[in-house]
């Protein structure tokens, strides 16, 4: 079995999990591959003469591997799913930062999940993404142009609002005055969506989001719409700039941009142990449904 291994920090109260899991890994004489960066920062914190392979980009990654792991929260995860792309490489969140949402395996639990992997108790879940693209072309986004929970135009450095000309398949839809506007995919839809008022969609649903955020409009809420559509959003209004955000991957974008967001032509591939499910993470992490007449 041939594993990579993607993460963003090596932090004094979370080392001991990594050490754990790269013991459980050599144990089961499991290749093991780790993003350059994040060997780095083991190496010089942890001072271990242990060596392994490493990667750098999305390039180095290939139907060879078995699994990418992502260790931290569900901000690496997200970052991790840039390296994996259209390789079909199954990914699964270790989580040693906060909520887990997408990083769902506690920390606690590292030994018990990696048993399970080697014993394929778990099933493959696939995950939308989104694609985007501009006209005129905005060369920064060549290398990012994909989002696994949402695309976001927000206001920048200004406390007017944006003006959206939006488009769903050509045909135009409205033109939003707001802070700006979400597109989101149901993974997306229990992050900066669901903080707008925008409705949990389950994984598996083959639908996309649009959720204005402080929209002017009183008549304009949070649509669902099928997710072969395709969007087009034009930015209007006084101000020169906005910014784009694609999982928290921010780039600005010029007065007059055309903004075109589509469903990619692959999936990303989530591991979802056997014992799991969206609902139990939803009732756990969101505590949907606390009552305390559900005791």
């Known amino acids: 079995m041939k594993i990579g291994i993607y993460g963003q920090s090596y932090k004094k109260e979370t080392a001991i999990y990594i050490d754990e899991l790269l013991n459980i890994l050599q144990e089961n004489n499991i290749e093991v591959f ?39 929260g569900d901000g690496t995860f997200l970052r991790a799913i840039t390296y994996i792309r259209n390789s079909n490489i199954p990914i699964l969140g270790i989580n040693t930062g906060r909520l887990g949402f997408l990083a769902n395996i506690k920390k606690e639990n590292i030994k018990e999940a990696i048993i399970a992997i080697i014993k394929k108790e778990y099933s493959l879940r696939e995950r939308t993404i989104l694609k985007v693209t501009t006209k005129p072309e905005i060369k920064e986004l060549h290398e990012i142009n994909i989002a696994l929970n949402e695309v976001t135009i927000v206001r920048k450095n200004t406390t007017a609002m944006l003006t959206l000309k939006t488009f769903l398949d050509n045909e135009y839809l409205a033109t939003y005055w707001a802070d700006g506007l979400i597109f989101s ?77 589509k469903k990619a032509s692959y999936s990303i591939k989530t591991i979802l ?16 449904g606390e009552d305390i007449r559900n005791v």
């Not at 780095?40 to 242990?50: D, G, M, V």
């Not at 392994?52 to 591997?65: E, Q």
């Not at 006084?238 to 600005?252: H, N, P, V, W």
């Open 273 to 288: 142990l056997n014992k799991q499910s969206f609902l139990k993470t939803l009732r756990d992490k969101l505590l949907w």
């Open 34 to 72: 780790i993003e350059v960066f994040f060997y780095n920062l083991i190496q010089q914190e942890n001072n271990t003469t242990r060596k392994y392979k490493t990667f750098s980009n999305y390039k180095d990654l290939n139907n060879t591997y078995n699994l990418l792991l992502s260790v931290g």
């Open 185 to 261: 995919t149901p993974t997306g839809s229990t992050g900066y969506s669901l903080s707008c008022g925008g409705p949990v969609i389950t994984p598996s649903s083959k639908s996309l989001l649009i959720t204005p955020i402080a929209p002017h409009n009183l008549n304009v809420r949070p649509l669902i719409i099928n997710d072969d559509t395709k969007i087009k959003v034009t930015l209007l209004g006084r101000e020169k700039q906005a910014l784009i955000s694609l999982d928290s991957r921010i780039i600005t974008i010029p007065k007059g941009t055309e903004v075109f967001i």
